[in-house]
């Protein structure tokens, strides 16, 4: 199943999670697969698509990044699926 990752930042963070995910790479955490990855602008926000069979490894993936800001899981399917 896949699924959208809304990152709510720290005011004053995006560099530093920039930095991080450079560092770290995107496919760190077992169970999950990264997708892909957008940046807001103007805002402090990044949104995260992921796959993954297990809500329990979808909630760790998220949590190595609460450092940043809080998070919110929302299970998504493509348009032409639904």
Same mark, same amino acid.
């Not at 770290?24 to 993954?52: M, Q, T």
């Given at each position: 199943?896949? *699924?959208?990752?809304?990152?709510?930042? @720290?005011?004053? #963070?995006?560099?530093?999670?920039? !930095? *991080?995910? !450079?560092?770290?790479?995107?496919?760190?955490?077992?169970?999950?697969?990264?997708?892909?990855?957008?940046? &807001? @602008? &103007? !805002?402090?926000?990044?949104?995260?698509?992921?796959?993954?069979?297990?809500?329990?490894?979808? +909630?760790?993936? &998220? +949590? #190595?990044?609460?450092?940043?800001? !809080?998070?919110?899981?929302?299970?998504?399917?493509?348009?032409?699926?639904?």
């Amino acid at each position: 199943m896949k *699924y959208m990752v809304q990152f709510r930042l @720290k005011p004053g #963070s995006k560099n530093a999670v920039v !930095e *991080y995910f !450079e560092l770290r790479g995107p496919n760190r955490n077992p169970g999950v697969k990264f997708l892909g990855a957008w940046i &807001g @602008k &103007g !805002e402090d926000v990044v949104f995260v698509l992921v796959e993954g069979d297990d809500q329990q490894h979808l +909630a760790a993936a &998220g +949590a #190595s990044w609460a450092q940043f800001g !809080e998070f919110d899981v929302f299970p998504v399917t493509d348009v032409e699926q639904y």
